[in-house]
């Protein structure tokens, strides 16, 4: 009975030092992009990518391939309640947060190439057609 006790003590304790609110929020996302507006002329080249307005803290979009763009949250992954924690900058294919300093993969799913955060980046549904990016969750 002793050992369940303590046990349950120490559930209780340890399962109340989570921070229950430190993670990227679910918002709904559905964006239509026609690309061939000027204010998007800088994804047509492969390999460039931009910020927009929606999700959490903002959209990165990048240009992967001829037809193929993907979308990430600008949350950073690393205390993203933090009001800091967000993606600032990109160099080349490489996404950072200057609050944590953690860096991002955006050529690779938004895997971390540098932390302390751990997770990827949150990704978004993108579909290309006719002109048209589409950018859902």
Request: aromatic share 14%; net charge negative; no cysteine.
């Given at each position: 009975m002793k050992k369940l006790i303590i046990?349950?003590?120490?559930?209780?304790?340890?399962?109340s030092c989570i921070d229950r609110n430190d993670y990227i929020r679910d918002v709904y996302v559905n964006i239509e992009?026609?690309?061939?507006?000027?204010?998007y002329?800088?994804?047509?080249?492969i390999g460039n990518s931009i910020f927009i307005s929606g999700g959490v803290k903002g959209i990165i979009i990048y240009h992967l391939n001829v037809n193929d763009y993907r979308a990430f949250d600008r949350n950073c992954s690393f205390e993203p309640s933090s009001e800091c924690a967000y993606i600032d900058s990109i160099n080349?294919?490489?996404a950072s947060c200057s609050c944590c300093e953690s860096?991002?993969?955006?050529?690779?799913?938004?895997?971390?190439?540098n932390g302390p955060a751990l997770l990827p980046l949150k990704q978004y549904y993108t579909s290309y057609s006719g002109g048209i990016l589409k950018i859902t969750n």
């Open positions: 046990s349950l003590f120490l559930f209780i304790f340890f399962s992009i026609p690309l061939n507006q000027p204010e002329s800088d994804l047509g080249a080349a294919t490489i860096k991002f993969l955006i050529d690779q799913e938004g895997v971390t190439a």
